[in-house]
T-cell receptor
Framework: AQKVTQAQTEISVVEKEDVTLDCVYETRDTTYYLFWYKQPPSGELVFLIRRNSFDEQNEISGRYSWNFQKSTSSFNFTITASQVVDSAVYFCALRGGSGGSYIPTFGRGTSLIVHP | GAGVSQSPSNKVTEKGKDVELRCDPISGHTALYWYRQRLGQGLEFLIYFQGNSAPDKSGLPSDRFSAERTGESVSTLTIQRTQQEDSAVYLC?????????????FGPGTRLTVT
């Protein structure tokens, strides 16, 4: 069975602070895919990034960066110099590479509140 | 191009009535998913479609819930004899394929309120 744990329920920061959202996953598949989604207060989930299990290269996109470590089964997301517009619920998700695990498994989400 | 659309955006119904929620996925996306999200909660998986087939219906909360998809396009989620605990936002998502490194694209959701 697959599992995604986002231990941080809510994080509150002041604008310009850096913040890291944790994601720990469990899977028996050797091939799998990890995702991050953002759900702003408006409600619509938006895809942010995908990582394949065979590609541990970290990625940076502007103020966003992702750290994928298979050794610790983690796929953490860091926002540098946070802004009020970053306030949202962030979901980490896992999709396996074999038949029984095609259904994406989502974490419970981390609510990020950025204060001006 | 057009994203995933859902209708209605809001639905208020009386307890015991049936409701139909509609999802129009991105054209060409063979996989379609339904989720339920209660206020302040995460995503609860309901059902997914590969083409027009639903290989796994185990996420449906009860036999009052059913879903179908036609023409590898539009999908309808039906809730019969609605109960107050059915109140939630129902999200639809589509993906190019059901397997592989394909992200999901979500619709805006249908907010269902059962009075």
């Amino acid at each position: 069975a697959q599992k995604v744990t986002q231990a941080q329920t809510e994080i509150s920061v002041v604008e310009k602070e850096d913040v890291t959202l944790d994601c720990v996953y469990e899977t028996r598949d050797t091939t799998y895919y990890l995702f991050w989604y953002k759900q702003p207060p408006s409600g619509e989930l938006v895809f942010l990034i995908r990582r394949n299990s065979f590609d541990e290269q970290n990625e940076i996109s502007g103020r966003y960066s992702w750290n994928f470590q298979k050794s610790t089964s983690s796929f953490n997301f860091t926002i540098t110099a946070s802004q009020v517009v970053d306030s949202a619920v962030y979901f980490c998700a896992l999709r396996g590479g074999s038949g029984g695990s095609y259904i994406p498994t989502f974490g419970r989400g981390t609510s990020l509140i950025v204060h001006p | 191009g057009a994203g995933v659309s859902q209708s209605p955006s809001n639905k208020v119904t009386e307890k015991g009535k049936d409701v139909e929620l509609r999802c129009d996925p991105i054209s060409g996306h063979t996989a379609l998913y339904w989720y339920r999200q209660r206020l302040g909660q995460g995503l609860e998986f309901l059902i997914y479609f590969q083409g027009n087939s639903a290989p796994d219906k185990s996420g449906l909360p009860s036999d009052r819930f059913s879903a179908e998809r036609t023409g590898e396009s539009v999908s309808t989620l039906t809730i019969q004899r609605t109960q107050q605990e059915d109140s939630a936002v129902y999200l639809c998502a589509s993906s190019l394929m059901y397997s592989g490194p394909y992200e999901q694209y979500f619709g805006p959701g249908t907010r269902l309120t059962v009075t």
